[in-house]
């Protein structure tokens, strides 16, 4: 059986970011319950997952834990 042959060409440094590029993904916010996992849909702004987190208090008293979903875009890029 023939081994495959590797090599190192070069050692680069990678680093990794939030990716504020033009095209990055928006960073998105979203409310989890606790309790029994249902959740909003992720959302630009902040206030319309807390509204469903407080409706969805509403309409299930016992549910008052709730989990902030942030999602943000990250990347990763070689140093020079």
Do not use: F
Not at 11 to 19: A, M, N, R, Y
Not at 60 to 65: D, F, L, R, T
């Amino acid at each position: 059986m023939i081994q495959p042959v590797t090599a190192v060409v070069a050692l680069k440094e990678w680093t990794l970011q939030p990716d504020r590029e033009p095209d990055a993904e928006l960073i998105t916010y979203a409310m989890q319950c606790a309790v029994c996992g249902e959740h909003s849909g992720g959302d630009e702004d902040w206030a319309d997952p807390q509204r469903w987190a407080l409706s969805h208090s509403g309409r299930n008293p016992a549910h008052h834990s709730y989990r902030e979903i942030i999602t943000r875009p990250w990347r990763t890029w070689m140093k020079p």
